[in-house]
């Protein structure tokens, strides 16, 4: 277990640089020059350019500004951004609303993607199961765009029921609906996968033992059903909490909340460069974390994994 | 005798899909007295195993009794609601299923599994249900309620150092205490055994009820399991497949419960673990008193291990009455055709019983046996010792081979040697037989004949050649050779390809013939083994076992190959379908002057089919004969084991019908 969890952050390392170091060629190779951005409209002083220029190492070659930033990152300063302020303030500022955002998304998908899963999988064939799936495909199949406003112009306009737009109130309650949008593909996801791995081993041999032991039927679709069928899903939970963290882009747009996919989303447009290596970086870490939890989770729901 | 423990009259079981009713079973009636033991034989698709969970209401998917009764103690099950069923499973009916490998949780300890079924039905941990066995204790020593407590694994250290502390504590005393298991009566009389004056305040000072960690710990050591404290605290994935059906009969037993239902419980296992098994099984009901349903598609099995058969054909009882009246005397064709084919009873006793029953008639499968037993006398002449100038089709010459296993740490290892120094010439056109329980290695000899292991040192020649010396070319070639069938027909054919593409596969590989005459090619191999021509239009999962097997065997004919490789190859088939197969075998050997290397556990099959006999022990050869040899004088106690194991083999005319404890 010491050995694989220190074999697994030793991995890390590479996929650490070279998923930084991609990233930093892109934003370097994309076209237009930052410091014009930084001015919008306005003409620039040359002096004043240059100036910048030698302030970022942007007169310096690509490699050297990327070894400069990685240095910086190992004594745990992320840079300066654009706008002047500390890049580690920035990403204090957007991260924790989130990963607010991603959580919910993950307890929703989890508990209705499980329960409903699992009822059908109980029922397969059965009216219950047929319309779980018939939904679930429709979830898979809208954008989440179309959802997003759907919800907005029904939830949000006509019933009043939840705040439209987030804005700067990130309670959990105007967080509610952008959760749901994030979550619904994952949510119909985690909901066939569980009827399929539910109905799967409803029939395996030892449901049919537990039955003969004298097990109630409730017994054995906890016990023996539900925890034999989790493991699939917890993998896939696991796996999808990164991917709703940095995937949040669309969602966080339409509902206007101050977050990662956000701030990611303008700091590409303005050309900073800093901002988004580091942005990203924090979330190759965070999936890099979360795919390692996952495999020390399969480990200790199904014992047969030995973790080499 | 009052009314029967269990009693079926004219049941009648259908499955229901859209498109049809299949009916399973029609009309079965049957009795079962308690404390008595009936077994239903019949081939897969009989309905016995229908029958056996229609009792306790587990059938699989759509199935359904739709006529006839089932009563249990006088109960009318039939119709009875899920809460009945609920409290009669494990408390008063148990199972012990058919395949230990698939009918544990992987997921949760033993232990945990073995409570569940002590919790599921309410049984006090504690105290034993039973009267102690007056046999055992003695009469001097009356039945309490407190008498009956168990031993507790704190009760039992004490105890021994009390014993330890007055020099009476030995190795057989420590085996004798066994947590959960023994009872205070039982250890009372153990120390007055001991000459202990206060043997009664010792016991009543330290046996005082097991938890239920020890009970379930004494449920495994009852069932044969050794060490069973630390393996409960183990998961399934650790424990071989007999420990598993151990597990399994704890389990079921759990409960004490009146009628026990095994069905087909050592079909999966080794010869010899299925005889320990089945001893232990017949032992513990006996001693609890529990009546024994047993499901089995082998008549020996049956005979030997119940005093009723019911035999079942296609969902009918063909036949019922006393196992050895059935056996010496069976009347309707198909139980004699059963008898006939049933490998475990061609040993020398009952074969000359069947004989007269069998009225005269010369069946396929004895003139068989006679041709083989004088192929055998030819091709032994025909050694190379007698006959120098004839070389062997193949050798295998000090043939070993080590594993490295993967230990716990990175850069760990250890050495396993899964062969070791084997050697062994088989002559062209006959029939050599590595016998030996699963891990003496047997199948690993056949993936290196096959050269698909290379070996760590040693040599297989095939026709003179050494087969690890050669070009890609050479190899290529000897893959038309040297052709395998395995165990499993249903893992070994690919279930999205047609039974055409299959067939033609190894022709196209070796690019022979033009597409119309390699459909001709598959024709004929169809049907040399005895499969329609329509059948290459259908896929895997269409066909029978005994129909795979066929097509598998078709498939390593393709090529005109000169060895056969069989690697456990009539294993999983039931006794009418292996004997099919196994005259198939004989006649294609005969006709295309095959030879076969024969890999297989079942000594029974042996004889029906090969000239010499290789027993084989973690990796060696030990013994190795010729066949009426080894079965006649076998000179290792290893290889007089694998026989005495034979299902069958422990028959006697005359004699009553109990499993030797």
Not at chain 1, 134 to 159: D, E, N, R, Y
Not at chain 1, 163 to 177: E, F, I, Y
Not at chain 1, 226 to 247: C, E, H, K, Q, W
Not at chain 2, 334 to 355: F, I, K
Request: proline share 5%; net charge neutral.
């Amino acid at each position: 277990m010491g050995w694989y969890i220190g074999k697994r952050v030793l991995q890390m390392v590479p996929v650490f640089i070279g998923a930084t170091l991609l990233v930093y060629a892109m934003v370097f190779l994309v076209p237009g020059d930052p410091i014009q951005a930084m001015f919008g409209e306005r003409a620039v002083n040359p002096n004043v350019a240059a100036q910048i220029r030698q302030q970022y190492h942007l007169d310096q070659p690509f490699i050297n500004q990327y070894l400069i930033w990685l240095g910086g990152i190992f004594q745990g300063d992320f840079g300066t951004s654009f706008s002047g302020r500390p890049v580690i303030d920035e990403i204090a500022q957007v991260y924790p609303t989130t990963v607010r955002l991603a959580l919910m998304a993950l307890v929703l998908e989890a508990v209705l993607g499980v329960v409903l899963g699992a009822v059908a999988g109980l029922r397969r064939g059965r009216w219950f199961d047929s319309t779980a799936l018939v939904l679930s495909l429709l979830l898979i199949a809208v954008p989440t765009f179309v959802m997003g406003f759907l919800l907005q112009a029904v939830v949000g306009v006509k019933l009043k029921w939840l705040p439209v737009t987030v804005g700067a109130d990130v309670s959990l309650r105007s967080l509610l609906m952008p959760a749901f949008v994030l979550a619904s593909v994952s949510i119909a996801y985690v909901l066939r996968l569980t009827r399929t791995s539910v109905a799967e081993n409803a029939q395996a041999d030892f449901v049919r033992t537990a039955r003969a032991k004298g097990l109630g039927a409730g017994q054995v679709v906890r016990r023996h059903i539900l925890r034999n069928s989790l493991i699939p899903v917890v993998t896939f939970l696991g796996v999808d909490l990164g991917a709703l963290m940095g995937g949040a882009i669309v969602t966080e747009g339409i509902f206007n909340i101050p977050g990662v996919g956000n701030k990611l989303f303008q700091a590409i447009i303005r050309g900073q460069g800093p901002t988004v290596v580091s942005l990203v970086t924090i979330l190759v870490l965070v999936f890099m974390l979360t795919s390692l939890i996952v495999d020390l989770l399969y480990a200790a729901l199904d014992p047969r994994i030995r973790l080499v | 005798m009052g009314e029967p423990l269990l009693s079926l009259r004219d049941l009648e079981i259908v499955f229901a899909s859209r498109q049809a009713t299949v009916s399973a079973v029609r009309g079965v009636s049957l009795d079962l007295e308690a404390g008595c033991s009936l077994a239903i034989v019949g081939e897969s698709g009989s309905g016995k195993s229908t029958t056996a969970h229609a009792i306790i209401n587990l059938l699989p998917g759509t199935g359904q009794v739709t006529a006839g009764s089932i009563k249990f103690e006088g109960q009318e099950l039939v119709g009875a609601s899920e809460r009945t069923f609920v409290e009669l499973r494990g408390a008063k009916i148990g199972l012990v299923p058919q395949d230990p490998m698939s009918n544990l949780n992987p997921v949760y300890r033993i232990g945990r599994q073995v409570k569940e079924a002590l919790r599921a039905n309410g049984v006090d941990p504690k105290r034993s249900t039973y009267k102690a066995l007056t046999e055992l204790v003695g009469e001097d020593i009356p039945d309490t309620p407190a008498g009956r407590l168990y031993l507790s694994s704190a009760g039992r250290e004490a105890l021994i150092a009390e014993l330890t502390r007055r020099g009476l504590f030995n190795d057989q005393v420590g085996r004798d205490l066994v947590i959960g298991f023994s009872t205070r009566i039982e250890v009372q009389s153990l120390l007055q055994g001991l000459g202990l004056e206060d043997a009664a305040q010792l016991a009543a000072a330290h046996v005082d009820g097991a938890s239920a960690n020890d009970r379930v710990a004494g449920l495994l050591a009852e069932a044969g399991l050794p060490d069973a404290a630390r393996r409960a605290r183990q998961f399934p994935h650790e424990f071989s497949g007999g420990m598993r059906q151990r597990v399994l009969i704890a389990m079921a037993l759990a409960a004490r419960p009146q009628l026990l239902i095994a069905d087909e419980p050592t079909s999966a296992l080794d010869v010899t673990v299925q005889r320990q098994i089945l001893n232990h099984l017949g032992t513990l009901t006996r001693e609890l008193g529990t009546a024994l349903l047993f499901i089995t598609h082998d008549l020996g099995l049956a005979a030997e291990r119940a005093q009723q058969l019911v035999v079942m054909y296609k969902g009918r009882v063909v036949e019922a009455g006393p196992s050895l009246d059935i056996l010496t005397d069976p009347r309707h064709p198909y139980t004699q055709r059963l008898v006939e084919a049933a490998p475990s009873l061609s040993s020398r006793r009952l074969g000359s019983a069947v004989a007269p029953g069998a009225g005269g008639v010369i069946t396929v499968s004895n003139r068989d046996r006679a041709d083989h037993q004088s192929q055998g006398h030819q091709s032994q002449a025909g050694e190379p010792a007698a006959d120098g100038g004839r070389r062997p089709l193949l050798r295998v010459t000090e043939l070993t081979k080590v594993f490295r296993l993967r230990g716990a740490r990175p850069g760990s290892h250890s050495l396993f040697t899964a062969v070791d120094r084997v050697s062994f010439d088989v002559p062209a056109g006959t029939t050599a037989a590595l016998v030996g329980e699963s891990g003496s290695g047997k199948s690993t000899v056949a993936n290196l004949v096959l050269d698909l292991l290379e070996p760590t040192s040693g040599q297989v020649e095939f026709e003179g050649q050494n087969i690890a010396r050669r070009s890609k070319a050479e190899r290529f070639a000897f893959r038309r050779q040297v052709q395998p069938v395995f165990q499993d027909p249903y893992g070994s054919l690919d279930p999205m390809w047609s039974i055409f593409r299959i067939l033609e596969e190894p022709l196209r590989t070796h690019g022979l013939g033009d597409p119309k005459w390699r459909a001709d090619r598959v024709r004929q191999l169809l049907d040399r083994v005895a499969l329609p021509a329509s059948t290459m239009r259908r896929y895997p999962n269409e066909l029978s076992g005994g129909q795979r097997q066929r097509v598998a065997l078709a498939r390593a004919l393709a090529l005109e190959p000169k060895l056969v490789v069989l690697d456990e190859a009539v294993s999983a088939l039931d006794v009418l379908v292996q004997a099919q197969v196994l005259e198939l075998l004989a006649e294609l050997q005969r006709d295309l002057e095959l030879t076969y290397l024969f890999i297989t556990h079942d000594l029974a099959v042996v004889r029906q089919t090969a000239d010499r006999v290789y027993v084989m022990e973690q990796g060696r050869v030990v013994e190795s004969g010729a066949v009426e040899d080894i079965f006649q004088h076998p000179r290792q106690d290893y290889t007089r084991r694998l026989l005495e194991a034979i299902p069958g083999s422990s028959l006697r005319l005359g004699e009553p019908l109990r499993p030797e404890p």
